[in-house]
């Protein structure tokens, strides 16, 4: 069974739409997180949600919206997209919320704008 | 603000050469210090930790001494594979109950046979 699932694993899309990419993790975790991955590989924290409350909010347009309806599942949704959004977004997820734990990421959404 | 810098890559080695990835952070505090590992296609997993001053991490051949006089982590393996092709990331998390995981660059591992 895979621990954290994102979908989906590509999206191609065009300026302007608005996507969403869904994350679960089956591992009872309490914190969750999204990382975005731009082309050269540097990775940088959007959000992370402890047990469906919001504790990092990073610098991040409000076009990209973070949901966390339970704790075992968090999602982003992303409006009016841009270029530049275009990138790998990572889900991960921890038993601490201190960012002292093991993260386990999923395997990646890759977002391609048009 | 917390940082962490990886020297610039990428590195090729040939298979069975000696391995060293430089870290240096800059944190408050006393830092939990972290290297995770990306393969090619997949997400990032933990390779090695350690949490305080002198502690060694240590996972598939690869380790790691948490040097504080330095504030540095580097990543050492003394025989590489071509299976270790894969970029490292060097990443620290400081004290505190909301913390984040802070990242470097990353770096680019390519061994060739």
Not at chain 1, 31 to 59: A, P, V
Not at chain 1, 103 to 109: I, M
Not at chain 2, 15 to 44: D, H, K, M, R
Not at chain 2, 69 to 97: I, M, N, R
Request: hydrophobic fraction near 30%; include cysteine; charged fraction near 20%.
């Amino acid at each position: 069974d895979t621990a954290v699932s994102q979908t989906p694993k590509y999206l191609v899309t065009q300026m302007g739409n608005d996507k969403s990419i869904k994350c679960e993790q089956n591992l009872g975790h309490d914190t969750m997180y999204w990382y975005k991955q731009d082309s050269k590989k540097f990775l940088k924290i959007m959000f992370s949600y402890n047990n469906k409350e919001l504790i990092i909010n990073e610098t991040v347009p409000n076009r990209f919206s973070p949901k966390s309806p339970d704790k075992a599942h968090l999602n982003l949704h992303i409006n009016s997209l841009e270029l530049g959004d275009s990138a790998v977004y990572f889900c991960a997820s921890s038993q601490e919320r201190s960012g002292r734990g093991e993260l386990f990421f999923g395997e990646g959404s890759r977002l391609t704008v048009l | 603000g917390n940082s962490v810098t990886q020297m610039e890559g990428p590195v090729t080695l040939s298979e069975e050469a000696f391995l060293t990835i430089n870290c240096t952070y800059t944190a408050t505090g006393y830092p939990s210090l972290f290297w995770y590992v990306q393969y090619p296609g997949e997400g990032l997993q933990l390779l090695l930790k350690a949490t305080k001053a002198d502690d060694k991490g240590s996972n598939k051949g690869f380790e790691a001494t948490y040097r504080k006089e330095t504030t540095s982590f580097h990543l050492e393996k003394g025989s590489v594979q071509v299976s270790d092709s894969a970029v490292y990331f060097c990443a620290l998390s400081p004290t505190g109950a909301n913390s984040k995981l802070t990242f470097g660059k990353g770096i680019t591992l390519s061994v060739r046979p």
